[in-house]
C-alpha cells in the first residue's frame, strides 16, 4: 500500500464480516466474492492486515489512500475461515491467554507480510508499512503484530512431536502472535504419502520374466486421463508387482515447483519430498525441476502434474544390458520435455553392483529399449551413483562389466589389426591347404595330417570370425545364435588341436618316430573334433548364445558380435578349457625346446650360423603349432590389459 497512515480505531463492538477487500470499487479490483479476495490478498499481495473475528473495534483508513493494490484488510469470521475459503486463509485463534496465527505452506512460500490486529478498547496507528518487525506493539490491550512468513518460517525444521493435536492438516504452521520473539513452529512434514492409491485393472504381458515394453509405454502414455479425473493432488498407481508409479498435480500454475519423490528402499512404497537436505536419506530419489513444469505449461498441458514409473524386470534391449538393480525409471508431465537447463537427477545410494555403471534413457519408441547416453551424464561417488538428464522420458543405469571396457580409440585399432591379420591369416591358410590337396604325390605322413587338421580348424574360426559382426548387425536372433555356436565350436576345436599336436609331439619324442597305435590318426580327430560339439551343444540348447556388446568409454561406440553372453560360462568353459590345454602345450614345448638344446649340445660349438637361425624358426612355429600364443589372454588384466590385447590380437590374428 503506497499510503503512509493506516489508521485504526477502536470501538465497542463486534464485527461479524465476511472477509472484506478494503478498496474502493473500481474497475481495476471488481471484487465480487471471497475467491476473488482470496486470489488479490493470498496470492498477489505481499502485505495483509489481518483483524480475527474476536477483534473488538473500526478500522480506518486516510483519505489520501492511492488504490494500488499493494495490500489489503481482511476480517476473519471466526471459527469458520478454513471451512469456508480453504488452506489459503489464515487463522487467529486464542488459546488461554496466548494469540495464535496459523498459516498455510503458500503462506510462507510466498514471503507474505502479515499485520494481525487483535485486542479492545484502544487506538493504535501503523505509521508506516514499508518494514515488519514482529516486536511492534503498543502498551496495552491493544495488540498489533508484523509478521514475514518466510522470514519466520523458513529455517524452523520441522518438529513432528510439538505438532500432534495443535495444528490442523491445512495450517501447517503457527506462530504465537503473544510472545515477546518471534518463533514458528513447523507441522509442515517434509516426507507426504500421496492422497490415494489407485490400482489399475489392466494386465501387462511377462516374456521370461520380463515386462513387454509396448504395452508398458502403452500404460504409462494414458496416465493423463487419470490426471484429469483425479479430485486429488496426489496418487499411488500400482499395476502388479512389476510397476509402482506416483502422481502429483499441481492445482494451480502459480504451485509449480520443483518436486522429488522417494523411498527407503526400491520395493518400498514411493513419497513425496518437499526437503531436498533429507533425500540422503532414502536410497532411491527422483527430482524433478521447476522448468519442466513451465515447459509443459507453455506447451499447454491442461493439468501440471508429473508421474514417476518404477518399473521392475522390464524388457532387455537388443545387447542383453545389464540394468542396476533390474530398475528402470520413467518420468513424465503430459508432453515431451527436452534441454533442461536445471536437469532431472536421479539418484542411487549405498548400492552394490559389479561393473561400472552409465546412465542411460530410452525415448520409449521400438518393441525393445534402445538406450543412449546422451543428454544424461554419471557421476560417481563410492556407493553412490547420480544420473543428472537434460530431458524426461525412460531412465536406467546399465552395467558395463569391469575389465571388459576400452577406450574407443583402441578398439578401433584393434578391430583394424584383427581384420588385417584375419584376412592375412585365412590367405595363406587357404593357400596352403589348396597346395597340399593339389600337389600332394604320397600319402601324408601322421604329423602333416594332424598339421592340415588344425589349419583346417584355424581357417574356420577365421572366417567365423570375420563374418560374425555382420550377422549380429541383422538383428536375426536365430540366426545369431548359430552363428556364436560356429566360432565358439572352432574356437574349442582349434584348441583341441593345439593339444592334440602337443600330444603327438611327445609320443613320436617318446616312441622315437615310431608310433604303433591301432587307427591312432582316427582315434584322435574322433576325440578332437567331438569333444568341442558336446559343451557346444550343451550350451546352444541352454541359451547361451546371443548378441554380446564390446564396451568402450564412449557409450557410442560400440561393437556387437554374436557370442556367449553368460559370463561366467565364458570364463568356466573358454578360459578354464583353454588354461589346461595351455598347461599341456607349454609343457611340451619346454620339453621340446629342452631336447633341441641338448641335440645342439651334442654336435658340438662349430654349429653353422643358418642351424641357429633355423633353431629359432622352429621355436616360432611349435609357438604357433602349440598356441602357446593365446596365453597372453591371461595379462588382459589391470595396467596390463590393453598391451596384452595388442600382443594376442597381432600374434593370433596372424598365425
Request: net charge positive; aromatic share 10%; hydrophobic share 40%.
Amino acid at each position: 500500500m503506497k499510503q503512509q497512515n493506516l489508521s485504526c480505531v477502536l470501538l465497542v463492538g463486534l464485527l461479524w464480516i465476511c472477509p472484506v477487500y478494503l478498496s474502493r470499487r473500481n474497475d481495476k479490483f471488481p471484487i465480487e466474492n471471497p475467491m476473488e479476495i482470496r486470489e488479490k490478498c493470498f496470492k498477489d499481495q505481499k502485505r495483509c492486515l489481518l483483524v480475527p473475528g474476536n477483534f473488538n473495534g473500526f478500522i480506518t483508513a486516510s483519505k489520501h489512500l492511492n488504490h494500488s493494490g499493494d495490500a489489503c484488510i481482511v476480517f476473519l469470521q471466526k471459527n469458520k475461515t478454513r471451512n469456508n475459503f480453504g488452506e489459503w486463509w489464515p487463522r487467529v485463534e486464542k488459546n488461554g491467554s496466548s494469540y495464535l496465527l496459523y498459516m498455510a505452506k503458500q503462506h510462507v512460500k510466498k514471503d507474505q507480510r502479515m499485520y494481525v490486529l487483535y485486542g479492545k478498547n484502544c487506538s493504535s496507528t501503523i505509521s508506516t508499512m514499508t518494514e515488519c518487525v514482529f516486536s511492534h506493539t503498543v502498551t496495552g490491550t491493544c495488540q498489533i503484530r508484523c509478521v514475514q512468513t518466510n522470514t519466520v518460517c523458513k529455517q524452523s525444521p520441522y518438529k513432528e512431536n510439538d505438532c500432534k493435536g495443535h495444528v490442523a492438516s491445512s495450517a501447517k504452521y503457527r506462530i504465537n502472535l503473544t510472545e515477546t520473539s518471534s518463533s514458528c513452529l513447523n507441522c509442515d512434514n517434509p516426507v507426504k504419502k500421496p492422497d490415494k492409491t489407485i490400482n489399475l485393472d489392466k494386465a501387462i504381458t511377462v516374456v521370461g520374466g520380463k515386462l513387454d515394453a509396448v504395452q508398458t509405454v502403452e500404460l504409462i502414455n494414458g496416465v493423463g486421463n487419470i490426471v484429469t479425473n483425479m479430485t486429488e493432488l496426489s496418487a499411488v498407481i500400482s499395476v502388479g508387482e512389476h510397476i509402482k508409479g506416483i502422481i502429483e498435480k499441481k492445482r494451480e500454475p502459480e504451485d509449480v515447483d520443483e518436486v522429488s519423490f522417494a523411498s527407503v528402499s526400491p520395493h518400498d512404497p514411493i513419497n513425496i519430498i518437499e526437503d531436498k537436505e533429507i533425500l540422503p536419506t532414502f536410497s532411491r530419489s527422483v527430482t524433478v525441476p521447476k522448468e519442466a513444469f513451465e515447459q509443459a505449461i507453455s506447451l499447454n498441458v491442461t493439468t501440471a502434474h508429473v508421474t514417476v514409473f518404477r518399473l521392475f524386470n522390464f524388457s532387455l534391449d537388443e545387447f542383453n544390458s545389464t540394468v542396476l538393480g533390474d530398475e528402470v525409471v520413467s518420468v513424465e508431465v503430459g508432453v515431451a520435455i527436452a534441454n533442461l537447463t536445471d536437469t532431472v537427477k536421479i539418484y542411487l545410494r549405498n548400492i552394490e553392483y559389479k561393473g561400472i555403471p552409465s546412465c542411460q534413457s530410452w525415448n520409449g519408441e521400438g518393441s525393445r529399449p534402445k538406450w543412449t547416453s546422451n543428454d544424461c551424464d554419471t557421476i560417481i561417488s563410492g556407493d553412490n551413483v547420480t544420473c543428472q538428464c537434460t530431458h524426461l522420458t525412460f531412465f536406467a543405469v546399465l552395467l558395463a562389466p569391469l575389465n571388459e571396457t576400452i577406450s574407443s580409440s583402441d578398439l578401433k585399432q584393434l578391430t583394424i589389426i584383427t581384420q588385417v591379420g584375419c584376412g592375412l591369416s585365412t590367405l595363406f591358410l587357404s593357400v596352403a591347404l589348396f597346395m597340399h590337396f593339389l600337389f600332394r604325390r604320397t600319402m601324408a605322413s601322421k604329423a602333416t595330417i594332424i598339421l592340415i587338421q588344425l589349419m583346417s580348424a584355424m581357417l574356420l574360426l577365421n572366417l567365423t570370425f570375420m563374418t560374425n559382426n555382420y550377422v549380429a548387425q541383422l538383428k536375426n536372433s536365430v540366426g545369431c545364435k548359430i552363428m556364436g555356436a560356429l566360432m565358439h565350436y572352432f574356437m574349442l576345436a582349434t584348441f583341441t588341436w593345439f593339444a592334440a599336436q602337443a600330444f603327438h609331439l611327445c609320443l613320436q619324442l617318446y616312441t622315437g618316430g615310431n608310433i604303433l597305435i591301432h587307427n591312432y590318426l582316427l582315434k584322435v580327430s574322433i576325440i578332437t573334433w567331438v569333444v568341442p560339439s558336446i559343451a557346444v551343444i550343451v550350451l546352444f540348447s541352454t541359451g547361451k548364445y546371443s548378441q554380446q556388446v564390446i564396451h568402450t568409454d564412449n557409450t557410442g561406440d560400440i561393437v556387437t558380435m554374436c557370442w556367449i553372453t553368460d559370463s561366467d560360462v565364458h570364463y568356466i568353459v573358454n578360459i578354464g578349457y583353454y588354461a589346461l590345454v595351455f598347461l599341456f602345450t607349454f609343457s611340451t614345448f619346454l620339453i621340446i625346446v629342452t631336447w633341441l638344446f641338448q641335440l645342439k649340445r651334442v654336435k658340438g660349438p662349430n654349429v653353422p650360423l643358418s642351424q641357429n637361425g633355423r633353431s629359432i624358426v622352429t621355436i616360432l612355429g611349435l609357438c604357433c603349432i602349440l598356441g602357446i600364443t593365446w596365453g597372453f589372454a591371461f595379462f588382459a588384466h589391470g595396467v596390463l590389459q590393453i598391451p596384452a590385447f595388442y600382443i594376442f590380437t597381432v600374434l593370433n590374428s596372424s598365425q
